[in-house]
């Protein structure tokens, strides 16, 4: 049987099923009687035949010189690199290249160090499986901590941490330590003089102690929510109605303190803590429209007495002075007839006397 491999291909003699020797590029003649054979492959990459084991192949001159073995040791990954280029992610522990046509070569790192250093590119890292290595990014105002096995063993500030699943499993819980908002909406309470209101009241908090909070807290909101809602009920609930709508102030400060109080069974710190809105049922609202628009009217009334009062003593201590003081008359005459004369077109005097004595004697003026 002929066979012919050209220059990029190797072949391997078998005769009965076992590796005989390497063949490089050439023609070549084997008879099948002696139960011979030749099987070719591309001389690029992984060595492909690998029904052969190495130790068998490596025996070979030929194919020792024409290829590259590497096995990783345990606590390693390998990161394989074609003439100088990253090309892929080591996922088995034994490997044997062609390194004919081909540089090849393997970059070890060392798992036993958890948290995977810099000498592990963003690039390599893209190339091994997420079941490998556990990513971390801590954004501003925010506490990562750090757990192996379920044991914390840090607190990590802002950033982007990356760890390697080998020695331990690791896991890493991100709260935000930032101030929040918590809204108590449509909160239905009896007044003391049992009258239905709905009231809106807003929060503010943050959590103070990251660790403690994740060992002690599961459901935060939900729990400040209860705790929110019962203050509520227990402060609103001994105030009548008028009373709420007076004093909403210091209700809002009553609320803040008892919310105060439990900031340790919580773990967080509050802020702020007030009433927004106090919603009345229809019939009470229309109620108090009512009374508003009265008081307003009886205002309304007060005010205008008072300034007509104040105009009628104007007047009169206005005509005490022209009484007692002549010239004082003459001049207030004097203001109105011009007045007078600004609104009349036309004015045609008659007779020998003067202009001001026949405009006094068309204002009834006989002095």
Request: charged share 30%; hydrophobic share 40%; glycine share 6%.
């Amino acid at each position: 049987m002929k066979y012919i491999i050209t220059d990029n291909q190797a072949g391997f003699v078998m005769k009965n099923g076992m590796f005989q020797r390497l063949l490089k590029a050439g023609t070549y003649r084997f008879s099948f009687i002696k139960n011979t054979w030749v099987e070719t492959e591309e001389m690029s990459g992984e060595v492909k035949n690998t029904d052969v084991p190495y130790s068998v192949l490596a025996k070979d001159k030929a194919f020792l010189d024409s290829t590259v073995h590497i096995e990783i040791p345990d606590g390693y990954r390998g990161f394989i690199y074609v003439n100088g280029k990253l090309k892929a992610f080591a996922m088995k522990k034994e490997y044997t290249f062609w390194n004919v046509f081909e540089r090849v070569e393997m970059k070890l790192v060392s798992m036993e160090d958890t948290v995977i250093g810099p000498e592990v590119t963003k690039q390599m890292l893209a190339l091994v499986p997420a079941k490998y290595y556990t990513e971390v990014s801590v954004g501003e105002g925010e506490i990562g901590l750090l757990y192996y096995d379920n044991v914390l063993q840090d607190q990590l500030g802002k950033g982007k941490y990356r760890f390697w699943n080998y020695k331990y499993d690791v896991t890493c819980t991100v709260l935000d330590m930032r101030q929040k908002a918590l809204d108590i909406v449509g909160q239905e309470i009896l007044t003391k003089d049992k009258i239905g209101i709905r009231m809106n009241v807003a929060c503010m908090y943050k959590i103070r102690d990251a660790v403690e909070f994740a060992a002690t807290i599961s459901d935060l909101k939900g729990q400040l929510y209860s705790a929110a809602q019962l203050a509520i009920r227990e402060i609103v609930g001994n105030y009548k109605l008028d009373e709420i709508l007076e004093a909403k102030e210091a209700i809002s400060k009553e609320i803040f303190e008892v919310l105060k109080r439990q900031e340790e069974m919580f773990c967080v710190t509050f802020l702020t803590a007030g009433i927004k809105d106090i919603i009345l049922p229809g019939e009470i609202r229309q109620i108090m429209n009512s009374v508003l628009v009265a008081e307003k009217t009886a205002q309304a009334n007060v005010i205008s007495r008072r300034e007509e009062v104040a105009s009628t003593r104007s007047l009169l201590n206005t005509a005490k002075l022209m009484d007692e003081n002549k010239t004082l008359y003459k001049l207030k005459e004097l203001e109105y007839l011009e007045r007078i004369c600004e609104k009349v077109g036309e004015i045609s005097v008659n007779g020998n006397a003067g202009i001001l004595e026949q405009l006094g004697k068309m204002m009834g003026n006989q002095d």
